[in-house]
RNA sequence: GCGGUAGUGGCGAAGUGGUUAACGCAUCUGGCUGUGAACCAGACAUUCGUGGGUUCGAUUCCCAUCUAUCGCC
């Protein structure tokens, strides 16, 4: 297995990480932020854009590559790198969170799970085995465990039930990894429960991984919540092995997880409400269908280096997103990406430089963050 | 000039003699966290061309008037 994390440097205001992680793919620094490709692409972003604003690891979907195009066609294509043009690393989710997603037409049992298809209603059924098998066709670098991550809330015996299930089937995906070049990462679940949390992270390191990531956040929770779901189970993940925090996305989160010792980060946030008008700037948030931008010239960031603000107006970037000219959407995903990916190398320096907590005050700051607008994103 | 038809928010368009006048688009504003999402939610007509009348009550009925439109001279 090729996957290798090298920790550089502990940040001694915070005890934060950096370091690199080595895949078959290349190298990239850690902590980082993935952008999401579920059906084989960020979408409107071509692979050369993602070069562009430097963003390493990227995400695909098992359940949804599964059912379309289906794991035959992508191995056929030598598998997901080529398919897609991506010469990064890849990372796919195995499908737990559509368990979660698509909880109207589903039935979880020991077995697995069973699925009404979105595309065409069919019954389908996805078990640990199975979805390690489609993610060995896909050929990502990094591979996950099929986990459930159950709704929020939940109750403490539900969750019980839940993670243990969750650990018998880290168990057979493991049992059932076959392509050894992919590293294979176990989840933690365990809701809100300090107790859970905990179990679940000891004996997903029994069973033994490549890394680990914590699930079952962002599904509902208030922030502190999340942060708690953190706290509870960070201290029994080995530290030579990456941390990943799934499906958390916005910049004050980003934040307060890699303070806890968090080293990648995902999510669908930055492009899904870039696609929806929203951008991520230096003050905050911006509606770019807003009013206000109609006749304003200014990019959409001041500080910003990517290929939008350098080029384009917040008056420009309104009338094609008021248009719904697919350049509009483009161009408004490139910024949020960058906007989060170059938040990312400031937390590197930061860390290297031991005074990320430094950097987080006056970020929070910055962005008018505090108890009476804890909002951010 | 005569006859017919229609006049409801920016536009299109329901509707009924009786509490808050559908809906669509546009506009404005929010929200989106391991993507079933170019999505979702909210706001937006003290008022139904205008002036009278009938009625307990009229956007709905009647008269007049204006406007548009069709047909005929």
């Not at 590559?65 to 066609?73: K, N």
Request: aromatic share 10%.
């Amino acid at each position: 297995m090729d996957l290798r994390l090298e920790v550089k440097h502990i940040c001694k205001q915070t005890g934060a990480r950096y370091g690199i992680l080595h895949t078959p793919h290349g190298q990239v620094e850690v902590p980082m932020f993935m952008p999401v490709g579920t059906l084989a692409t960020v979408k409107y972003i071509s692979p050369e854009e993602l070069e562009d604003i430097n963003s390493g690891v990227i995400l695909s979907n098992t359940y949804h590559l599964w059912l379309r195009p289906g794991e035959d066609v992508v191995e056929n294509a030598g598998g997901l790198h080529k398919f897609m043009n991506y010469k990064g690393p890849i990372l796919t989710d195995s499908g737990g969170f559509q368990v979660f997603s698509l909880s109207e037409n589903r039935k979880i049992e020991e077995e697995g799970v069973t699925f009404k298809s979105h595309l065409d209603g069919s019954k389908l059924f996805l078990s640990p085995e199975k979805s390690i098998e489609i993610q060995n066709k896909l050929g990502a670098d990094i591979i996950m465990s099929f986990d459930e991550c159950p709704p929020y809330p939940v109750t403490h015996e539900y969750m019980k039930n839940s993670v243990e299930r969750t650990l018998r089937w880290a168990a057979r995906g493991k049992a059932n990894h076959k392509n050894k070049n992919q590293a294979l990462f176990g989840i933690v679940q365990g809701g809100e429960f300090q107790d859970l949390r905990k179990i679940s992270a000891e004996e997903t390191v029994k069973i033994g991984f490549d890394g680990y990531a914590i699930g079952g956040t962002s599904v509902g929770e208030d922030k502190e919540t999340m942060y708690k779901m953190i706290d509870y189970c960070i201290d029994y993940l080995p530290k030579d092995k990456p941390r990943y925090l799934m499906g958390v996305g916005s910049y004050d989160s980003i934040i307060e997880g890699v303070v806890r010792g968090i080293d990648m980060f995902d999510c669908v946030l930055p492009t899904r409400i870039a696609r929806h008008g929203a951008l991520m700037t230096s003050e905050g948030r911006l509606n770019i269908r807003d009013k206000k931008n109609e006749y304003d010239l200014r990019p959409i960031d001041e500080g910003c280096d990517c290929y939008t603000c350098k080029n384009y107006s917040r008056s420009y970037l309104r009338h094609l997103y008021r248009c719904k000219e697919g350049l509009g959407q483009r161009l408004l995903s490139i910024h949020n990406l960058r906007f989060l990916i170059r938040l990312m190398e400031e937390i590197r320096i930061a860390i290297k430089e031991d005074r990320l907590g430094d950097f987080k005050e006056d970020f929070f700051e910055r962005y008018g963050l505090n108890e009476k607008n804890p909002k951010g994103f």
